[in-house]
């Protein structure tokens, strides 16, 4: 009689905890206030703090799209920090670096990647480049985190573009019938596909302003001083059973890479104009 006693007691109290326990846990907190203007642009702040920032220059004359950046508003634009590990911000296993630059009609996106395995077997504009070797570009103009468009090309020089309304949405890979028109064209150091060594590869784009016109809050082209969120990022098969890397100009710092409070600061400049031709001495007075 005891022990069945005990047990009933015992009993009790393991579904008074229970109760008690559960309740704790499906207790949910009371909706927060909507945070006001001041309090989403303190949080954007902060969010921003510690990204990579990159001045983009105004190109004088537009470069041939031809995947290498030997033109001269390339030798005279600002290039990136090395790209780091994706989740540490640690130096990469392997080089890549970008430089940017724009002008009235067009955003422009350079990127140097080494890589001693090329491999990219996709054909078809708007394929999965992001399972083999691909650079990624992803551009949020405004920097609200909604409304930002991605962009890759492959070594190949197959491109895949599209957009999203917010993080991730619509799913699964967002406004794929979006259609950028960028130029893009690529030069290979190596042979993709193949089981020789390779070199790398470079991807010179040229994308039209026009392909931000688009969405909930479109964008229009920038002026000299604006900033506009970008990160960029290189996936990078490995041979057979090895997997994929992957390095970016601004680490996530998670397995995603569409984390918009992430993405690095761009900011537009222009040369200054030509200062003009300081006007001749005066002549000197004739005291003959
Ligand atoms: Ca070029
Ligand atoms: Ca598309
Ligand atoms: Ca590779």
């Not at 430089?99 to 890589?115: F, K, M, P, Q």
């Not at 992430?262 to 300081?278: K, L, N």
Request: charged content about 25%.
């Amino acid at each position: 009689m005891r022990r069945a006693a005990w047990t009933r007691c015992l009993r009790l109290l393991v579904v008074a905890s229970a109760l008690l326990w559960g309740g704790c846990v499906e207790k949910r907190p009371e909706a927060a206030p909507a945070p006001s203007r001041t309090d989403r642009s303190a949080t954007a702040a902060r969010a921003a703090a510690g990204v990579p920032e990159l001045d983009a220059l105004r190109f004088g004359a537009p470069p041939l799209i031809d995947g290498h950046l030997d033109d001269p508003g390339w030798q005279a634009a600002d290039e990136t920090a090395p790209f780091v590990d994706t989740m540490t911000g640690a130096p990469a296993p392997f080089a890549s670096r970008a430089r940017i630059g724009w002008d009235a009609t067009h955003l422009y996106v350079g990127v140097e990647v080494d890589d001693d395995f090329l491999q990219s077997t996709f054909t078809r504009h708007d394929a999965h480049l992001w399972e083999q070797d691909c650079v990624e570009l992803m551009v949020d103009p405004d920097g609200d985190g909604r409304n930002y468009f991605e962009l890759q090309v492959a070594p190949t020089g197959v491109t895949f573009d599209t957009r999203y309304d917010s993080r991730r949405q619509p799913q699964p890979f967002g406004h794929t019938d979006w259609e950028s028109h960028l130029d893009a064209k690529v030069a290979v150091r190596g042979t993709p596909n193949d089981a020789s060594a390779d070199g790398g590869y470079t991807v010179e784009a040229a994308i039209p302003w026009a392909a931000f016109d688009a969405g909930p809050t479109p964008a229009q082209p920038p002026r000299p001083g604006d900033v506009w969120r970008m990160n960029l990022y290189v996936l990078d098969a490995r041979p057979h059973g090895q997997g994929q890397r992957a390095a970016a100009w601004s680490p996530p710092l998670v397995g995603d890479f569409h984390v918009p409070s992430r993405f690095g600061r761009v900011r537009f400049i222009a040369p200054p104009p030509p200062s003009p031709r300081p006007p001749p001495p005066p002549a000197a007075a004739d005291t003959r």
